[in-house]
C-alpha cells in the first residue's frame, strides 16, 4: 500500500444526489491532489492543494466541490453529476516544499464513479 | 508549458524479451522526468524518475528509462519481460521551478504475452 487510502471504492449515484468521495494520506505530506482518469484520456490534474491552500484549478466545472481541512484530508463534493464524469478518480499527496520536498506523488487506489 | 507523448497506446511483447515503452517530452528549462505503473484497479505506482546527471536511470522491478536531451526522449526500458509487467503506463514531466505541477502523459498500454 502507498499510504494514500480512498473512500469509497466505488460509488453509482444519480444526477440528482449528493455525494462526496474522500482521501486521507498518512506519510506526512503538505501537497494533496484529485486527478480524473477516464477511458481512452490523458489522466487530468483537477486540484492542487499546498499547505491546505488550493494552488490549482484546472477549469474544472462547479459541480465539483474540493475540500481540504488539513493537510492529511481531502475530500471532493459532488452534486448534480453527468453521465460524463463518470471515470476513476484517483487522489495522490506528495511533500513540496521544504527540506524533504519531492515531486514523486502517491496515489490511492482510486474511487470509481458512475453517473446514472 | 509542459507536455508529454507517448506515441504507442498498446505495446505487445513475448515474455522473455526486451521490451520498450516511448515517451517525448517538452519543457521550458531542465526536464524532472518519470515514469509510473498502473495496475487493474489500482492508483498508479512511481517506477522511477530522472533529475539530472547520468542519463540511465534505474528504477523498480528491474525497470530502466534512458534520458536524450537531443531527442527530448525518456523512453522506459526492460531487459526481460515478465508477464507480470503487462499494466498501464505513464510518462510525466514537471518543470523546474514547481513541485507540484507534473503532467501525465496519455499512458500506454503494455502486454506480455506468455
Known amino acids: 500500500e502507498t499510504g494514500v487510502t480512498q473512500t469509497p471504492r466505488h460509488l453509482v449515484m444519480g444526477m440528482t444526489n449528493k455525494k462526496s468521495l474522500k482521501c486521507e494520506q498518512h506519510?506526512?505530506?503538505?501537497?494533496m491532489y484529485w486527478y480524473k482518469q477516464s477511458a481512452k484520456k490523458p489522466l487530468e490534474l483537477m486540484f492542487v492543494y499546498n499547505f491546505k491552500e488550493q494552488t490549482e484549478n484546472n477549469s474544472v466545472p462547479s459541480r465539483f466541490s474540493p475540500e481540504c481541512p488539513n493537510s492529511s484530508h481531502l475530500f471532493l463534493h459532488l452534486h448534480t453529476l453527468q453521465p460524463e464524469d463518470s471515470a476513476l478518480y484517483l487522489c495522490a499527496s506528495s511533500q513540496a516544499e521544504g527540506l524533504a520536498a519531492t515531486d514523486t506523488q502517491y496515489f490511492g487506489p482510486g474511487t470509481r464513479l458512475t453517473v446514472l | 508549458a509542459q507536455s508529454v507523448a507517448q506515441p504507442e497506446d498498446q505495446v505487445n511483447v513475448a515474455e522473455g524479451n526486451p521490451l520498450t515503452v516511448k515517451c517525448t517530452y517538452s519543457v521550458s528549462g531542465n526536464p524532472y522526468l518519470f515514469w509510473y505503473v498502473q495496475y487493474p484497479n489500482r492508483g498508479l505506482q512511481f517506477l522511477l524518475k530522472y533529475i539530472t546527471g547520468d542519463n540511465l536511470v534505474k528504477g523498480s522491478y528491474g525497470f530502466e528509462a534512458e534520458f536524450n536531451k537531443s531527442q527530448t526522449s525518456f523512453h522506459l526500458k526492460k531487459p526481460s519481460a515478465l508477464v507480470s509487467d503487462s499494466a498501464l503506463y505513464f510518462c510525466a514531466v514537471r518543470e523546474e521551478t514547481s513541485y507540484d505541477k507534473v503532467i501525465f502523459g496519455p499512458g500506454t498500454s503494455l502486454s506480455v504475452i506468455p
Open positions: 506519510l506526512g505530506h503538505n501537497a
